[in-house]
């Protein structure tokens, strides 16, 4: 799988191999981060989240990673399926009322 | 469970008109969240409500934007005297809580404008 920051707005990746979303974020009071995936013409699913006194978290298929150091969250999913195929948002929770910060997302495209 | 319901989920409106969108969040759910999604880019938080009360509404601009949750019934987010640049996705998250996260969102209002 290769991984791409959020400048690169596309991920291209095999049916079965491993992806990797990576995303900075900006405010280092942010204490929670979560991952959504959103399918055309629908909203923002949840897939899984962080808090900021962990490091890792798994979930089926899908891990998540944060690097507080560097302000870096990513999102793995192993063995990538073509119902994987969507638009990835990070989000962080800047600790004021729950609101959450959006990045711009990327594009995930699972080839057959 | 139901999940966030949003009505309607196509809107068209004419420029000056004013539209109505409607958020019933998830049972047992008493916060909403507001955001906005344009074309190609994230969601943009707008306002967040809990029952009768405006809790945080930074992000909604000054005029012609309201956003209301009553005692009784759906959020409304309401916008008068639409403009083409309100052509957007507004989406509505909800939480039981304050702080309550995950935040699940419904599948959203697509407005557009004459």
């Known amino acids: 799988g290769e991984s791409v920051g959020l400048h690169l707005p596309t991920l291209s990746v095999q049916e079965g191999d491993n992806s990797i979303i990576n995303c900075a974020y900006s405010?280092?009071?942010?204490?929670?981060f979560i991952w959504y995936k959103q399918e055309s013409g629908k909203g923002p699913q949840f897939i899984i989240d962080?808090?900021?006194?962990?490091d890792k978290r798994q979930g089926q298929r899908v891990t998540v990673l944060l690097n507080k150091t560097v302000k870096h969250l990513s999102l793995q999913i192993a063995a990538t399926q073509p119902g994987d195929s969507a638009v990835y948002f990070c989000?962080?929770?800047?600790?004021?009322?729950?609101?959450?910060?959006f990045g711009k997302g990327i594009t995930l495209s699972v080839r057959p | 469970n139901a999940g966030v319901m949003q009505n309607p989920r196509h809107l068209v409106r004419r420029r000056g008109q004013e539209a109505r969108l409607r958020c019933s969040p998830m049972?047992?759910?008493?916060?909403v969240y507001w955001y906005r999604q344009l074309p190609e880019e994230g969601l943009k938080f707008m306002v967040y409500?809990?029952?009768?009360?405006?809790?945080?509404e930074s992000g909604m601009p000054k005029e012609r934007f309201s956003a209301e949750f009553p005692k009784e019934g759906p959020s409304i987010l309401r916008i008068q005297q639409v403009v083409r640049g309100d052509s957007a996705a507004y989406f509505c998250?909800?939480?039981?809580?304050?702080?309550?996260?995950?935040?699940?969102f419904g599948d959203g209002t697509r407005l557009s404008i004459l």
């Open positions: 409500l809990q029952k009768e009360n405006i809790i945080d």
């Open positions: 049972k047992g759910h008493s916060h």
């Open positions: 998250a909800s939480s039981p809580n304050r702080g309550g996260q995950p935040q699940h």
């Open positions: 962080i808090r900021s006194n962990m």
């Open positions: 989000a962080e929770n800047p600790g004021a009322n729950s609101k959450l910060t």
């Open positions: 405010n280092s009071a942010s204490d929670y």
